[in-house]
């Protein structure tokens, strides 16, 4: 009987273990479920950051992959190779946003006026312009005219740092600098062919420069030595750059004659 009573205590305790064990289990397993979909959430939310933060990354490769394209897309000296027809004519290289100057191209130099060069090529005939345009009474000052690319590019630099220090975010003040600071390496002026001319009188770089008697006297002048008004008033959206009465660019006389009389930008003029 002892014995019954023993085995029947060490059952119940067997069962009693079991319940434990069970009850444990379940436990265990609840807490692990609870756990898993913890991490799970925990997991995702992590997940979600990181894509935020690589996109975020992405968005930043694109606008320094944007900046450093136009930099480095020509190789070869002055990029005509589009325009076949006009592609062994230097006087009609073609320099714009789309059309970048290599980095390493140096034109010969000589200079025009104090301090102020410009292709050696081009010289007589820009010296031939201001000396008959003093004849003529006009007072001119060459503010510009060649530009290296480091120059350009430090012109660049200041303009992108002011929009920065003003609040725009880096793409903005790229895009706003861009209208109106050509990127280094799309600059005329790193060509030795542009000259910036204002009148001795009022050297502002701006609309009303139009209205003085040596930016008449230019507008009406200088095709004669081969020079035209680069990016006219009317033809913004061709050029894409604004209305700057005092940018000259040497193209030849027969080129600019024919611009001149039939109203065209060289942009529109080399796809003839
Ligand atoms: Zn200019």
Known sequence: MGTDLHSRRQRNHGRKLKKVLFIGFLAGLVCGLLLGALAFIIGNAWKEKRNEAENATKK???VSRQASFHGNAATVGL???TYPSKKDDWRLALVNESHPLDEGWKPELAEVVKDRYVDARILDAAAKML???AGAGMSLYVCSAYRDYEKQREIFNSSMADRLSQGYGPLDAYEETKKSVAFPGT??????????????KYVELNEKQADTEEAKWLAANSWKYGFVLRYPPEKADVTGIIYEPWHYRYVGQEAAKEMTEKNLTLEEYVEL
């Open 187 to 200: 600059s005329e002026h790193a060509t030795g062919l542009a000259l910036d001319i204002t009148s001795a």
């Open 131 to 133: 000396e008959d345009a």
């Open 60 to 62: 930043n490769k694109e």
């Open 79 to 81: 990029n005509t190779d």
